[in-house]
Nanobody, 121 residues
Framework: QVQLVESGGGLVQAGGSLRLSCANSGRTFSYVMGWFRQAPGKEREFVAAITWTGGNTNYADSVKGRFTISRDNAKNTVYLQMNSLTPEDTAVYYC???????????????WGQGTQVTVSS
């Protein structure tokens, strides 16, 4: 059974940075890790994804050039480095895992509990 645990959210001023972590206690082989976010009243949206094997990455256009997804195989942890944050990035951020590339949250079977990111103007 896969358990995903996020950490690293918080309050930051616009223009600042945060790094989110997602510790994976289970599957890594043939596994894709993704970050999604959900703001109040909005649908959960794709942010970034990375393959556990190979480290291929994919980003939403809204975060490309500002966010970086990476993984540490030794620690079984995926990171989301977020720079140049804006108030529009405010949301609950979720770590997710699944068997294949997917920008649709319904394609992921494993989810963390979520971590709040708030960007003040």
């Amino acid at each position: 059974q896969v358990q995903l645990v996020e950490s690293g959210g918080g309050l930051v001023q616009a223009g600042g940075s945060l790094r989110l972590s997602c510790a994976n206690s289970g599957r890594t082989f043939s596994y894709v890790m993704g970050w999604f976010r959900q703001a109040p009243g909005k649908e959960r949206e794709f942010v970034a994804a990375i393959t556990w094997t190979g480290g291929n990455t994919n980003y939403a256009d809204s975060v490309k050039g500002r966010f970086t997804i990476s993984r540490d195989n030794a620690k079984n942890t995926v990171y989301l480095q977020m720079n140049s944050l804006t108030p529009e990035d405010t949301a609950v951020y979720y770590c997710a895992g699944g068997p294949s590339w997917n920008r649709d949250y319904r394609g992921y079977s494993d989810w963390g509990q979520g971590t709040q990111v708030t960007v003040s103007s």
